[in-house]
């Protein structure tokens, strides 16, 4: 069965878009992480020259004092030292006393302070560095450097992903847009034109095959419905028409066995309507249909049911307003209700039905057990394939039927159980959907 030809395609370059930013993000997560580890790096090697020198000052006092029994003036004039800390500069003495474990000290002024312990006495071993510092003058500019640095190497990465990006994404673009208002009548042709023996080429390659292998089923469906809508057809028509017949011919004691025939007859005529229209394109457009009276054409209808109700003994209650109308065709509402009175009448368990109507609705309702809590769920709509009542002696695709039909002209079809009833009501699809009462009070 065929839908509406679908909407042009519209799609952004996301790919492309994500390769790119991709690539400048790993850009500069690699660029800001080397970054950091190159100023830790300069840091690292600074502080640890002056640490070297401190302890290499600190042998040559130790040592000195060992021999000579006094501490001896250091042999660089950034270094002194302090003994028991007398002396020692305000910033320093405040900041060591509060942090004597500290060995890097930042000073007032910019001055800057790395600090050795000489002995248990307390003498301390200084060494000011704030004009022998290298690294911290040049922070900026290594700063800069490397921002520069980062942004030039995301700008290549840009570069380079949108390059790639391109390559990449071409012939996939190319085969979106062959394939953007594919419908099943009108299949697109030679995807794999101007495609390499890729990815992206197999995969038009077997886009192709399968656009092949649709035409060829539509083709089959068309050539089915088309035949079928010949062969079945005239048949039934003779049928129906020796029937009527038949029974103006036959005695008294005929006369069932003969309505009995043309019933089924007409039930097989309706049956086969109803599939020849579940299998032809029909898409869902209600604004091109006048609205149609509902009474007279459900009269009809029930005329037409008249033989089956007779023989069944079923007694039809009609709720439907004089003035009502539906701007649904004829054909469709005769194919619908008579498909829904004919699954009442088989599942009834009085031999009353009851067809009623208002503004956005049309019901028919017969009391019967509790319909299966699968058909009454939310998703009844897609799980009633193939779901029975309790007395059914069919396969449960009759309502299945009926609800492709009905979507196929913009209808919903909900199945309500109330007060010991079953109701199977047609809406718009608009229509607020009805909410079931599995109580069994009258």
Same mark, same amino acid.
């Given at each position: 069965?065929?839908?509406?030809?679908?909407?042009?395609?519209?799609?952004?370059?996301?790919?492309?878009?994500?390769?790119?930013?991709?690539?400048?993000?790993?850009?500069?997560?690699?660029?800001?992480?080397?970054?950091?580890?190159?100023?830790?790096?300069?840091?690292?090697?600074?502080?640890?020259?002056?640490?070297?020198?401190?302890?290499?000052?600190?042998?040559?006092?130790?040592?000195?004092?060992?021999?000579?029994?006094?501490?001896?003036?250091?042999?660089?004039?950034?270094?002194?030292?302090?003994?028991?800390?007398?002396?020692?500069?305000?910033?320093?003495?405040?900041?060591?006393?509060?942090?004597?474990?500290?060995?890097?000290?930042?000073?007032?002024?910019?001055?800057?302070?790395?600090?050795?312990?000489?002995?248990?006495?307390?003498?301390?071993?200084?060494?000011?560095?704030?004009?022998?510092?290298?690294?911290?003058?040049?922070?900026?500019?290594?700063?800069?450097?490397?921002?520069?640095?980062?942004?030039?190497?995301?700008?290549?990465?840009?570069?380079?992903?949108?390059?790639?990006?391109?390559?990449?994404?071409?012939?996939?673009?190319?085969?979106?847009?062959?394939?953007?208002?594919?419908?099943?009548?009108?299949?697109?042709?030679?995807?794999?034109?101007?495609?390499?023996?890729?990815?992206?080429?197999?995969?038009?390659?077997?886009?192709?095959?399968?656009?092949?292998?649709?035409?060829?089923?539509?083709?089959?469906?068309?050539?089915?419905?088309?035949?079928?809508?010949?062969?079945?057809?005239?048949?039934?028509?003779?049928?129906?028409?020796?029937?009527?017949?038949?029974?103006?011919?036959?005695?008294?004691?005929?006369?069932?066995?003969?309505?009995?025939?043309?019933?089924?007859?007409?039930?097989?005529?309706?049956?086969?309507?109803?599939?020849?229209?579940?299998?032809?394109?029909?898409?869902?457009?209600?604004?091109?249909?006048?609205?149609?009276?509902?009474?007279?054409?459900?009269?009809?209808? /029930?005329?037409?049911?008249?033989? +089956?109700?007779? #023989?069944? @003994?079923?007694?039809?209650? *009609?709720?439907?307003? %004089? $003035?009502? !109308?539906?701007?649904?065709?004829?054909?469709?509402?005769?194919?619908?209700?008579?498909?829904?009175?004919?699954?009442?009448?088989?599942?009834?368990?009085?031999?009353?039905?009851?067809?009623?109507?208002?503004?956005?609705?049309?019901?028919?309702?017969?009391?019967?057990?509790?319909?299966?809590?699968?058909?009454?769920?939310?998703?009844?709509?897609?799980?009633?394939?193939?779901?029975?009542?309790?007395?059914?002696?069919?396969?449960?695709?009759? /309502?299945?039927?009926?609800?492709? +039909?009905?979507? #196929?002209? @913009?209808?919903?079809?909900? *199945?309500?159980?109330? %007060? $010991?009833? !079953?109701?199977?009501?047609?809406?718009?699809?608009?229509?607020?959907?009805?909410?079931?009462?599995?109580?069994?009070?009258?």
């Amino acid at each position: 069965m065929m839908g509406p030809r679908p909407a042009a395609s519209t799609y952004r370059p996301r790919l492309q878009r994500r390769l790119m930013l991709a690539f400048a993000g790993y850009t500069l997560l690699v660029g800001a992480l080397f970054g950091l580890l190159s100023m830790m790096f300069v840091y690292v090697v600074e502080d640890e020259f002056f640490a070297t020198t401190l302890r290499a000052e600190m042998l040559r006092q130790q040592a000195h004092r060992a021999e000579q029994g006094a501490w001896t003036q250091p042999a660089l004039p950034f270094v002194q030292v302090y003994p028991r800390g007398e002396g020692m500069p305000a910033d320093l003495a405040r900041q060591r006393a509060a942090n004597p474990r500290r060995h890097e000290i930042a000073g007032d002024d910019g001055r800057h302070y790395h600090v050795r312990r000489l002995d248990a006495d307390g003498t301390e071993l200084v060494a000011e560095v704030s004009k022998q510092l290298v690294v911290r003058p040049l922070r900026n500019t290594l700063l800069l450097w490397l921002v520069a640095a980062g942004g030039g190497l995301t700008s290549l990465a840009l570069l380079l992903a949108w390059r790639l990006s391109r390559s990449a994404s071409a012939p996939l673009d190319l085969l979106a847009r062959r394939v953007a208002n594919s419908s099943p009548d009108a299949l697109p042709k030679g995807l794999t034109k101007g495609l390499a023996h890729d990815e992206v080429g197999e995969l038009a390659r077997h886009l192709e095959e399968l656009h092949e292998r649709t035409r060829a089923f539509i083709a089959r469906e068309q050539a089915f419905t088309a035949d079928a809508g010949h062969e079945l057809r005239t048949p039934l028509t003779v049928l129906g028409v020796a029937c009527e017949r038949l029974r103006a011919r036959a005695a008294d004691d005929v006369q069932p066995l003969a309505q009995s025939m043309q019933a089924a007859v007409w039930q097989l005529q309706q049956t086969v309507e109803l599939l020849l229209a579940l299998a032809r394109e029909s898409p869902a457009n209600l604004q091109s249909v006048s609205e149609q009276p509902l009474l007279p054409v459900l009269e009809r209808m /029930l005329l037409a049911h008249a033989p +089956l109700l007779d #023989q069944q @003994g079923v007694q039809v209650e *009609l709720h439907v307003p %004089a $003035g009502l !109308t539906r701007p649904w065709p004829v054909g469709v509402t005769q194919l619908l209700v008579g498909n829904l009175l004919a699954n009442s009448i088989a599942h009834a368990q009085t031999p009353h039905v009851r067809i009623e109507a208002d503004a956005t609705r049309l019901s028919v309702c017969n009391a019967s057990l509790p319909p299966p809590e699968l058909l009454l769920g939310d998703d009844a709509a897609g799980r009633i394939r193939g779901v029975k009542g309790l007395t059914s002696t069919g396969e449960g695709l009759g /309502l299945s039927i009926v609800r492709r +039909l009905a979507e #196929q002209h @913009g209808l919903a079809l909900d *199945l309500l159980y109330r %007060a $010991g009833h !079953t109701c199977v009501t047609l809406r718009a699809a608009g229509a607020a959907r009805p909410t079931n009462d599995t109580s069994s009070e009258a």
